[in-house]
């Protein structure tokens, strides 16, 4: 396959195909990987303006040792390379199409800015929440990343809350007898807050199961199993432009959605594809479970001290 050399931001440059061919494949449901740099692949796309949903997680810029891209470009080039690709998202969204964007602080409010200045309706602004961040004594330790939900048309985008049901603190804490009122067996159980986390949801590392080797900026599946069960559905299209280690392609796939994904890393594709062949290791094992800061108790689990509460006798006569 013929290629031309394209920059992507100082001192790096990618190698873009002149003939669109996808270099990983799957027939069904479909799966198409492309090598190279997602500005120049993510336009000239068969399916440009008709994408249901696209989650980026893109570089951070920290100085990571990717395999080839170059993290650490200066300020202003990072910035518009951003701008770059978020350009290309926002044209290949189909007009009820979803967005998200996985970002740190540092950029987080440049991206908020840049595709409302777009067109693009924000939805949600949602925190994931990990313990364990990097240490350090210079500053308050990190322990979350944005997760960035906007919507072409929020009237008209896919939105499944019924998919994504957890606990409800009333429920389960309270008793809230209102909790039990739900139609569809459903009681007790709302949608989630949108600071998320909990068992299945920290950061991947050490001998956690979803750990691929190499690869030290890995999703967990849970993330996605949430994005795409409600912002998507069976046949619809899912994207990611920063394939990276592919949990999105593996959730997307074994969710029987069609997936396309671009990963500048030859071997990071590579990878990646033999992971989506392999199925996720924990589909469903999140589902119903609280990601509250503070989890809610299993349904019919009374707390200790609602439990002391009852048992006490109250004398309110004067003395």
């Known amino acids: 396959m013929k290629k031309t050399k394209r920059r992507t931001g100082k001192g790096v440059e990618a190698a873009v195909p002149r003939e669109l061919e996808p270099s990983f494949t799957i027939d069904s449901p479909e799966v198409r990987v492309y090598v190279g740099d997602c500005r120049g692949i993510v336009p000239r796309l068969p399916e440009a303006g008709k994408v249901d949903l696209i989650f980026a997680d893109p570089p951070f810029n920290w100085n990571r040792a990717y395999d080839q891209w170059d993290d650490s470009m200066p300020r202003e080039d990072y910035l518009r390379f951003t701008e770059e690709w978020l350009d290309g998202c926002v044209g290949a969204l189909a007009d009820h199409g979803s967005m998200w964007v996985n970002i740190p602080d540092d950029t987080a409010a440049e991206i908020v800015v840049h595709l409302k200045r777009r067109g693009l309706q924000m939805v949600n602004w949602c925190i994931w929440h990990y313990r364990f961040g990097q240490n350090t004594e210079s500053r308050f330790i ?152 503070h989890p809610a108790r299993k349904l019919g689990e009374r707390s200790a001290f609602l439990k002391g509460i009852d048992k006490l006798e109250f004398d309110f006569a004067p003395r």
């Not at 432009?241 to 029987?256: E, M, Q, Y």
Request: hydrophobic share 35%; proline share 5%.
């Open 142 to 293: 990190s322990s979350h990343v944005h997760a960035l939900y906007f919507a072409k048309d929020v009237g008209k985008r896919t939105w499944n809350p019924g998919a994504i049901l957890e606990p409800s603190d009333r429920a389960t804490t309270y008793f809230d007898p209102r909790t039990q009122n739900k139609k569809e067996g459903k009681a007790g159980m709302r949608v989630p807050m949108d600071v998320w986390y909990g068992p299945y949801w920290g950061r991947i590392q050490g001998n956690n199961r979803e750990r691929r080797a190499n690869h030290d900026n890995q999703l967990p599946e849970a993330y996605l199993e949430r994005v795409i069960r409600a912002c998507s559905n069976e046949g619809d299209l899912v994207m990611d432009p920063f394939l990276g280690s592919g949990t999105t392609g593996v959730i997307a796939h074994a969710l029987k959605r069609r997936f396309i994904g671009v990963e500048f890393s030859d071997q990071n594709a590579k990878s990646a594809f033999e992971r989506i062949k392999k199925g996720p290791v924990r589909l469903g094992a999140s589902l119903g479970q609280s990601t509250a800061i």
